[in-house]
């Protein structure tokens, strides 16, 4: 838990330890702690304040998933908090690596849910569309218009999946719109990712807002 405000710190730790398949594992008052924290303790999950001294979240977040990436360790999981909805710094957290974020006004057992999803690999959001947060961070994007260069990469098939998923497709619907299995869809899914160096799929979201990638043609050969 990475939060300059001990109370704060205190009510989710206390909410942890009342989990019996949690444990918490450390507590830092600013970025530059959470990463001494994470190369110490080695945490599943992170939950990372974005606006802290020292060293803000996102700058936090880069640095933990980096320091791991270097020494070949797992990552841990990094669920960005915020106190608003539309915050930059959340697409920046996304951008960054983290595995999701949530409002800091969420309810404990929405927390706690959030905290299971993303151990298992999945990426959370706050109630509310995600694509109405990047549609306001990506009014402060250069509009050059849809990069379609970064795609070149991906097969035919890989951008149709790339275009669905940014648009928040679940992965039976996308398996439903181009019939064929959802375990093609993951496999797909998996190169995507990897092709374009993303680790979820709420950063190949932030991705193509970014970029201006949807509304554009880029499930063309």
């Known amino acids: 838990m990475v939060d300059d405000q001990p109370m704060f710190r205190a009510g989710i730790r206390m909410l942890i330890d009342s989990q019996e398949d949690m444990s918490f594992s450390g507590e830092a008052g600013n970025g530059e702690q959470a990463v001494a924290l994470a190369a110490a303790k ?3 999950v992170m939950l990372m304040d974005l606006r802290m001294p020292v060293m803000d979240g996102v700058a936090a977040i880069r640095k933990i ?3 791991a990436d270097a020494v070949g360790l797992e990552k841990p999981k990094i669920i960005a908090l915020t106190t608003f909805n539309r ?3 959340v697409v920046d957290a996304v951008q960054a690596g983290a595995s999701g974020y949530l409002l800091k ?8 849910a959030a905290i ?6 999945y990426s959370v959001i706050a109630p509310g569309s995600i694509h109405t947060l990047f549609e306001h961070a990506a009014r402060s994007y250069p509009d050059l218009g849809p990069d379609l260069s970064v795609l070149s990469v991906l097969s035919v098939r890989e951008r149709d999946i790339f275009v669905l998923a940014a648009k928040g497709l679940s992965n039976g619907e996308m398996a439903e719109s181009l019939f064929v299995s959802e375990a093609t869809i993951k496999t797909h899914l998996r190169s995507v990712l990897n092709k374009l160096e993303l680790r979820t799929r709420i950063q190949l979201v932030a991705f193509a807002y970014e970029r201006h ?3 554009s043609s880029t ?3």
């Open 42 to 44: 080695r945490p599943d």
């Open 219 to 221: 499930g063309q050969a």
């Open 65 to 67: 998933l980096q320091d």
């Open 87 to 89: 915050d930059q710094a």
């Open 213 to 215: 990638l949807l509304g």
């Open 116 to 121: 299971r999803t993303v151990y298992t690999g």
């Open 105 to 112: 006004s969420a309810e404990p057992e929405f927390l706690l």
